[in-house]
């Protein structure tokens, strides 16, 4: 079973460089969307941050265009943890059979921070 529900990013993730967040379907939350900082992984891990007693749990952001109760993780934000070592992401990936087929659109924000609108 793939974990990966969908490869390609969708047009209104916020990830995506001109997006603009008031447009994500089902409508904004200034809060809701701050609070996905919850699923970004440390710039600089170490290996306390994912097997320390402190360690926070594994925590996907959905993607905007599912219903939250189907578990389809974000496109942009798989691709930009899996490149800021995302430790537990990529151990998730490791088997994945789709994990290949993972299209962003365009340029992307490097982090979560200028996902957030002004």
Known sequence: MSFLKITKQCPKCPWRKGTNPFDIPGGYSLEKHQALETTIAPQ?????????????????????????SDQVPCVGWVC????????????????DPKVNQL???GEQHDIFEDTIPN
């Open 80 to 95: 930009n943890q899996v490149k800021n070592n995302n430790l537990q992401l990529r151990l998730v990936l490791i088997e």
């Open 103 to 105: 299209e962003v659109v």
């Open 44 to 68: 600089n891990p170490t290996l306390e941050d994912y097997f320390g007693i402190h360690s926070k749990p594994f925590v996907v952001m959905n993607c905007h265009e599912h219903d939250s």
